[in-house]
C-alpha cells in the first residue's frame, strides 16, 4: 500500500487535508484515485490505513478519511549519528541510508575540517533539503517514524546534546586508544561521531577523550567518509540488536 507521511497529524482524527505537496505525490505521482487506500504515518512512530477523498470543490483540498485503527509501526533505534559536514551531495546520501538502517537522530557537526560551512539562512535551507530526503526515505523504507535533524552545530553543543548517550568515535589509525569494535561499550542510547573529509582535528579528538568518548576503529582500509557513516552505523546498530 502506498504510504504517505503526516509530521504531527493526530490519527485518531477522522480525516486530514493534504498539503499540496502530499497531493501531488499521491495524486500525480502514484496516480492513486478517490477511494485508494493510503497507509498514514504520523513521524512520531504510529500509523493507519486512510481512503483518499476528491476535493469537494474547486480549490478544495485533497483529503484522507482514517479507515482503520491507529498502530504502532516500524520506529528507530536509540542511536544517534554525529556527522562531520561533508563536500558536494555526499551529505544527502548519508541521510537517506541512516534512515533507512533505523538511525534516530542525525546531528549535522560544524568540525576545523569541514570544507563546507553553513550558518544562518544557508544552514536553514540545508537543513530543510535533509529534513525531506529522511522524510522520503521513511516513506520508502516502510518506518513510522522520521529522524530528528539538529544543525550544523560546534562539537561543545554536539556533546551537550549526547551528555546521556554512550560515545562511540570513529577513528582510523593505531594511537592505543583505540577500542576494537567488538570490545566497545555499546549500551543505548549510543552516539557515534564521524568526521568530515580528513577526520577530526586533534584538538576535537582531544575534546571527545575528554568527554569519555571511545575510539573505535574498522578493521579494513580506510573508507570515505560518506561510506564510514552507514557502514559504521550498521555495524553499530548490529551490536545493539538493532539489526
Do not use: N
Amino acid at each position: 500500500m502506498t504510504r504517505v507521511g503526516l509530521p504531527g497529524a493526530a490519527l485518531q482524527a477522522d480525516g486530514w487535508d493534504l498539503p499540496a505537496d502530499r497531493a501531488h505525490y499521491l495524486v500525480r505521482v502514484r496516480r492513486l484515485k478517490a477511494g485508494d487506500g493510503v497507509r498514514v504515518f504520523d513521524g512520531a512512530g504510529h500509523e493507519v490505513d486512510a481512503v483518499l477523498v476528491a476535493p469537494e470543490a474547486d480549490g478544495a483540498p485533497w483529503r484522507l478519511a482514517r479507515a482503520g485503527a491507529v498502530e504502532k509501526g516500524r520506529r528507530a533505534a536509540p542511536l544517534t549519528l554525529v556527522y562531520g559536514l561533508p563536500k558536494g551531495d555526499k551529505l544527502d546520501r548519508v541521510a537517506r541510508q541512516i534512515t533507512e538502517l533505523g538511525a534516530a537522530r542525525l546531528i549535522l557537526l560544524d568540525c576545523a575540517r569541514s570544507v563546507v560551512k553553513l550558518a544562518g539562512p544557508r544552514a536553514a535551507k540545508r537543513r530543510d533539503r535533509v529534513l525531506r530526503i529522511v522524510d522520503e526515505a521513511a516513506r520508502q523504507c516502510a518506518r513510522a517514524d522520521t529522524p530528528a535533524v539538529i544543525g550544523p552545530v560546534s562539537l561543545d553543543a554536539a556533546l551537550a546534546a549526547t551528555a546521556d548517550e554512550t560515545r562511540w568515535v570513529l577513528h582510523p589509525g593505531a594511537d592505543g586508544r583505540v577500542t576494537p569494535l567488538d570490545a566497545a561499550p555499546c549500551a543505548p542510547p549510543l552516539a557515534l561521531f564521524v568526521g568530515p573529509e580528513g577526520g577530526f582535528a586533534p584538538a576535537e579528538l582531544h575534546a571527545l577523550d575528554g568527554a569519555g568518548a571511545h575510539r573505535i576503529a574498522l578493521d579494513c582500509p580506510v573508507l570515505r567518509t560518506e561510506t564510514a557513516a552507514p557502514v559504521a552505523v550498521a555495524l553499530a546498530l548490529y551490536r545493539m540488536g538493532g539489526l
